[in-house]
């Protein structure tokens, strides 16, 4: 047998190839024996940078006047329905009026105490920072004044009486007649909680609309708002709700 | 080893793992004998990589010849071990395998296991990793003319023993 022949007979001999799973067992192997320190690095610095954000919310948040310039809160309830009338409370949320615009003083979920503490800090973020950002680029206030009074519906996350830099989201907006609280048709009267209240009716185009039971002897302030949305059928069917279920005196 | 203690140490690693992990599988199969033994051995030489204790030096010797290194040393433990608790040694055929013994690469794996482990692990590297004489020196710390030695008697032991094989061939 020559040398060539050897080759030959050796090169019949293959080895099998290697498990794909090898690599997986491996790279298990190395992250169990080598905990990322990357992701250490990571949490640390998220960490850091939550105490700052906290640390800057804080005081930002305390140098922030937070009087109600009104005579009362209001507790609300939002509601989802199902297309089997079943309901859920999603939200529940202490608010003010103040120049016609809806002012959030607090919310939770009480589903989850998580969201809670994500509104929580979103909602004392958000206006700290806005009000950050005026200040640093001097941005002039256009927060409505009181004798603007033409709207209402707006949500906002802070209590400074001249709104500015407030978190402001067109949650349920409509504007109104300035000598009335009247800004659609009327749908009806009622009483809420011992407060007289008028049904607006708001269309928001064709498959859409909200009916604001608005108290006049509470600044326009909306009782009761619900959406309705239309089914195939062409009928309206009620899926969301913000209700006030109770309303407080403030101690001024 | 600056690659893997840096950043992207666990990409870095899988980079050298993809890298040598085929041929680490294939020499150590051929010293064992056996594809579960070489997966352990592939395991261990990349663990030995990142271990605290780890002995690379990248001034000594090429991270391959390293590797080779470390299997070479985790397949003989491997095979010591069989050997110490009786169990099936390196080419001792089972009544399964020696059926397959009508194969003929089984036949050549056969007569391969059956070297000493001195010329089998000298063969294995050059003949089928195509090891150049002088890393293989390196990698087993011996002088070029051992190397050559090794590989000439292995190659004349397996002509012997293959003899027969290559009739059948023919």
């Known amino acids: 047998m020559n040398d060539t022949d050897l080759d030959e007979l050796l090169d019949t001999w293959t080895a099998p190839a290697p498990p794909p799973l090898l690599r997986n067992r491996v790279r298990r192997e190395f992250q169990d024996r080598n905990p990322r320190p990357n992701r250490k690095r990571w949490v640390v610095v998220t960490l850091v940078a939550a105490a700052v954000l906290f640390a800057l919310i804080g005081s930002a948040v305390s140098q922030t006047p937070s009087p109600v310039p009104a005579p009362w809160t209001a507790d609300s309830e939002f509601v989802s329905y199902g297309p089997d009338g079943s309901s859920v409370i999603e939200m529940n949320a202490t608010s003010y009026a103040y120049a016609g615009i ?64 407030c978190l402001q989201l067109e949650h349920y907006y409509f504007l109104k007649r300035p000598d009335t609280c009247i800004g659609g048709s009327v749908a009806g009267t009622q009483t809420i909680l011992n407060h007289p209240t008028i049904g607006v009716l708001v269309q928001m185009g064709d498959s859409m609309r909200s009916t604001f039971w608005v108290a006049p002897d509470l600044g326009c302030f909306a009782l009761r708002i619900g959406t309705e949305k239309r089914q195939p059928d062409g009928a309206f069917h009620l899926v969301e709700e913000k209700r006030v279920v109770r309303i407080s005196t403030t101690a001024r | ?150 590989l000439q008697r292995a190659r004349a032991a397996l002509k012997e023993s293959l003899a027969a094989c290559r009739s059948e061939k023919k």
Request: with cysteine; glycine share 8%.
């Open chain 1, 102 to 165: 809806e002012v959030l003083l607090g919310r939770s979920d009480p589903r989850n105490p998580l969201a809670t503490a994500f509104y929580r800090v979103a909602d004392a973020a958000v206006p700290a920072v806005g009000r950050a950002m005026q200040r640093a680029l001097g941005t002039p206030s256009k927060g409505p004044r009181p004798d603007d009074v033409r709207a209402f519906g707006y949500v906002t996350g802070c209590g400074d009486h001249s709104l500015t830099g």
């Open chain 2, 1 to 150: 080893m600056e690659l893997v203690n840096g950043k992207g140490r666990e990409k870095a690693f899988l980079q050298l793992f993809d890298e040598h992990h085929g041929a680490l599988f294939r020499f150590a199969f051929r010293l064992t004998g056996s594809a579960a033994d070489a997966e352990d051995v592939v395991q261990e030489c990349f663990l030995e990589l990142v271990r605290p204790t780890c002995a690379f030096v990248p001034a000594r010797a090429p991270l391959r010849t390293w590797l080779f290194g470390i299997a070479r040393n985790q397949s003989l433990k491997r095979l010591r071990r069989r050997e110490s608790v009786g169990a099936e040694a390196a080419g001792t055929l089972t009544p399964e395998t020696e059926l397959l013994r009508t194969e003929l690469s089984e036949l050549v794996g056969h007569a391969v296991l059956q070297l000493p482990e001195k010329q089998r692990e000298v063969l294995v590297l050059a003949h089928y990793e195509k090891m150049p004489l002088a890393e293989i020196a390196a990698l087993l710390e011996i002088d070029l003319g051992a190397v050559k030695s090794r």
